[in-house]
C-alpha cells in the first residue's frame, strides 16, 4: 500500500515537491515535482491502481500525473472556484472533484471527458467501494448520499450539529463514519440511516478520519493534535 505527501508552500511558485511512500515499511519510494499548477495544491489523491496521481488546486483545475515519469497526463477544467475535494472511483476509471462553491464534477481519466455535473456544495465526500454510492457532508450538518451513475439524491438526513469535516465508508460499504466541528465522530448504518455509534474524546474539531481494514475501528485526527483509534463495537449509540 502507497501514500503520497507534498509540501503545500515551495519557494518556486507553481511548483510542488511530491513524495510517495510504502506504508508498511516507512520507506520513499519516489519524489518528484508538480509543474503546472499556477496556486496552491489542495489535495492528492493516488489511484486504486497507484499508476496515476490526482491534485486539485486553488487555480480551479484538477490535474492527472503518471507516478512513474512525473509527467502530466490530462488537466481538468470547468470549476469556477477553487477545487478542495477531490477522490477516485474504485472503478481506477472516474474521478470526482468538487469545489468550493459546487458543484461536484465526475470525469473519466480514461477519456478526459467530463461524465456527469450534481449540483451541491460539499464540505466532505466519500465514494463507495462499489461504485454506486457519493457521500457528502453539508456546512450544516447534513448528509447526503448521491446515486453516482444518475447524480440523483437518494437520501439525507441531519447527522451532526456543525460543518462536516469528514466522511468514510466502511470497507464493505454498509456503514459510514462522519466527523465535524462539533467534536463528534459518528457511525451510521446505511441501511437504515440509523446512528449506531457515537464517539466523543476530542476535545477540539475533527478533521479526518478512516476505517481499518476490517471495518472495526476508527483513526481519528482532530485539531487538539491527537490521533486516536477507537473500537466501534464499544461505542455508544446516540439516544
Known amino acids: 500500500m502507497v501514500t503520497a505527501t507534498f509540501d503545500v508552500y515551495t519557494k518556486i511558485a507553481g511548483q510542488h515537491i511530491i513524495k510517495i511512500w510504502?506504508?508498511?515499511s516507512g520507506k520513499e519510494i519516489k519524489a518528484f515535482t508538480l509543474k503546472g499548477h499556477e496556486h496552491v495544491v489542495t489535495q492528492l489523491k493516488l489511484s486504486p491502481d497507484g499508476k496515476f496521481l490526482a491534485s486539485s488546486s486553488e487555480d480551479r483545475t484538477v490535474r492527472l500525473w503518471d507516478t512513474i515519469t512525473g509527467q502530466e497526463a490530462l488537466c481538468f477544467r470547468g470549476h469556477s472556484e477553487p477545487v478542495v475535494r477531490?477522490?477516485?472511483l474504485p472503478?481506477?476509471?472516474?474521478i470526482v472533484s468538487a469545489g468550493r462553491g459546487g458543484p461536484i464534477r465526475i470525469w473519466d481519466f480514461r477519456t478526459g471527458v467530463e461524465e456527469r455535473i450534481i449540483p451541491a456544495l460539499l464540505s466532505?465526500?466519500?465514494v463507495s467501494p462499489d461504485n454506486t454510492l457519493l457521500a457528502g457532508g453539508l456546512e450544516d450538518g447534513t448528509i447526503?448520499?448521491?446515486r453516482i451513475e444518475t447524480g440523483d439524491r437518494s437520501f439525507s438526513w441531519k447527522g451532526h450539529d456543525a460543518w462536516i469535516s469528514h466522511v468514510a465508508f466502511s470497507p464493505d460499504?454498509?456503514?459510514l463514519a462522519t466527523t465535524s466541528w462539533d467534536k463528534a465522530v459518528k457511525v451510521w448504518n446505511l441501511t437504515t440511516r440509523k446512528n449506531i455509534a457515537t464517539i466523543t474524546g476530542h476535545i477540539k474539531e475533527v478533521h479526518s478520519i478512516a476505517f481499518s481494514p476490517d471495518g472495526k475501528r476508527l483513526l481519528t485526527a482532530s485539531g487538539d493534535q491527537t490521533v486516536k483509534v477507537w473500537d466501534i463495537a464499544k461505542a455508544n449509540p446516540s439516544r
Open 22 to 24: 510504502n506504508i508498511k
Open 86 to 88: 477531490l477522490a477516485f
Open 91 to 94: 472503478d481506477n476509471r472516474r
Open 124 to 126: 466532505a465526500m466519500a
Open 144 to 146: 447526503v448520499l448521491w
Open 173 to 175: 460499504g454498509n456503514y
